[in-house]
């Protein structure tokens, strides 16, 4: 057997450039996640082996390609197996890019594509966005052992199961990020309430689920939602990271009070003595009715303001219900046509966060604090329905009225720019910073499902925007 030397010395000038690349990279990436937990500098350990890969190969990484068959001007190989060296080469082309895709997935960034019109007409249903996870600094996996890409279940061909093993369990670390949500930012996070998911009912929520049966009994379940007694009891854990993703607006930090009046979001720091309201945004939309003379308002208007398909409700000869921004019904308005256009009314928007125990709405909501890490709370009758779901769910520590709680992490408030049309912090309350995904940063592809090919069905204009703050 060679010696170490004779290894080296054997060694290819390709070969000990790709040796330190990679030697290189991994250095760098392991002192990334050890930064303030230097117990991790032990994955260190693991350099001689991959030196090895490359260099001295006293591992028999490459055992396979003993297998190959001759080529033509080669003398023929009389182990060569074309059928293995087939099929090994194939599995070592599959497992090294499952890895590279696991750590880009999960260091660096991922896809993400809109799924509802919550942030219209900001981001738009279809759009799919490049999210940086180093922006707030990358997430160490709480489930390591998860298929990438893949959020939480399998996709149907392959079987529709679990896509991650929830053992081993890992804490919460953040890695060092150069910056942290602020107001105005777009921002994926975990869904908070996530973490028990009614099979095949994950909207609304399983919360929101079982306070409808509680409060309304089961037959007003069945009949507004069509889901039964049986089917609430069908149930699935998923830890922080494999709860869906969602992407919204943050309009509350940690330290901020925050209140909605008249769905106008005000908010005022620790050291702020007025309320600021948020600044206006163009995307922002509210539901409106809409009453005519009679005349229709035809596919052509409605293109003309950018009304999605879904979102059209003719609900008789004169009157419709549409999402719109206040430019769009500035234009309604002028139309000779139209004669009125009114908001919903709050009540359409239903219970609000904390289930059950205010008297607030969608559109007029608070105040509230907004906690943030280390503060101390004195917990009271009427602030306990809004904090105690910190304690029990995020925090797993007890909470008492009366007593003083500390809390561990940074809470954040997230709201949808389509105010009316938006699942957010209003009806499922804050957002833990250990569920904080990553960052948008700009769009790689548009599709708009209400067009077909050659007529607008991707949204050219929208290639490599930069998501709106």
Request: with cysteine; hydrophobic share 35%.
């Amino acid at each position: 057997m060679k010696t170490i030397y004779q290894r080296l010395q054997s060694v290819p000038r390709r070969d000990r450039i790709r040796c330190a690349v990679w030697s290189t990279i991994y250095v760098v990436f392991v002192l990334w996640v050890a930064w303030g937990d230097w117990a991790s500098l032990g994955w260190l350990c693991l350099l001689p082996v991959i030196a090895d890969m490359f260099t001295t190969r006293f591992i028999p990484w490459n055992w396979w390609k003993r297998f190959k068959p001759a080529d033509k001007d080669e003398p023929a190989n009389p182990k060569a197996n074309p059928l293995l060296y087939t099929i090994c080469s194939w599995v070592d082309a599959i497992l090294f890019a499952l890895v590279a895709v696991y750590f880009i997935n999960v260091y660096i960034f991922q896809n993400y594509q809109i799924p509802s019109s919550s942030l219209e007409k900001s981001l738009r249903v279809g759009d799919y966005l490049l999210v940086s996870k180093m922006s707030y600094g990358a997430r160490v996996p709480n489930t390591p052992l998860s298929m990438p890409l893949v959020q939480h279940t399998m996709p149907r061909w392959l079987g529709s199961g679990k896509s991650f093993v929830a053992y081993p369990q890992w804490g919460y670390k953040r890695l060092k990020g150069w910056d942290s949500p602020e107001k105005g930012d777009i921002v994926v996070f975990n869904f908070p309430a996530g973490d028990t998911v009614v099979v095949g009912h994950e909207n609304p929520d399983y919360y929101t689920l079982n306070y409808i049966a509680h409060t309304y009994g089961y037959a007003a379940l069945r009949a507004n939602l069509g889901i039964s007694q049986h089917d609430l009891q069908n149930i699935v854990y998923r830890p922080v990271d494999r709860r869906e993703n969602y992407v919204k607006r943050c309009v509350g930090t940690p330290g901020d009070s925050l209140r909605i009046v008249n769905n106008v979001i005000f908010t005022r720091g620790i050291t702020d003595s007025t309320w600021q309201p948020e600044p206006e945004r163009e995307g922002v939309q509210l539901n409106y009715f809409v009453e005519t003379d009679g005349t229709p308002l035809g596919n052509k208007v409605l293109d003309k303001l950018g009304i999605s398909h879904d979102d059209r409700r003719r609900l008789g000869p004169t009157l419709y219900h549409f999402p719109l921004t206040q430019n769009m019904k500035r234009q309604l308005q002028q139309n000779s046509h139209v004669v009125s256009v009114q908001v919903e009314e709050e009540q359409a928007g239903g219970t609000v966060y904390p289930l059950g125990q205010n008297t607030w709405t969608r559109d007029n909501y608070g105040p509230i604090y907004i906690p943030r890490k280390g503060d101390r709370v004195l917990i009271t009758e009427n602030n306990y329905p809004l904090y105690k779901r910190i304690g029990d769910a995020y925090e797993h520590r007890p909470m008492h009225i009366g007593q003083e709680y500390e809390f561990q992490m940074d809470y954040y408030w997230m709201m949808g720019d389509n105010r009316h049309n938006s699942a957010d912090s209003r009806y499922w309350g804050f957002v833990p910073e250990d569920h904080i995904v990553g960052r948008p940063v700009f769009i790689w592809l548009s599709i708009e499902k209400d067009n077909s090919w050659g007529k607008g069905h991707i949204r050219w204009n929208r290639l490599f925007k930069g998501a709106e703050r």
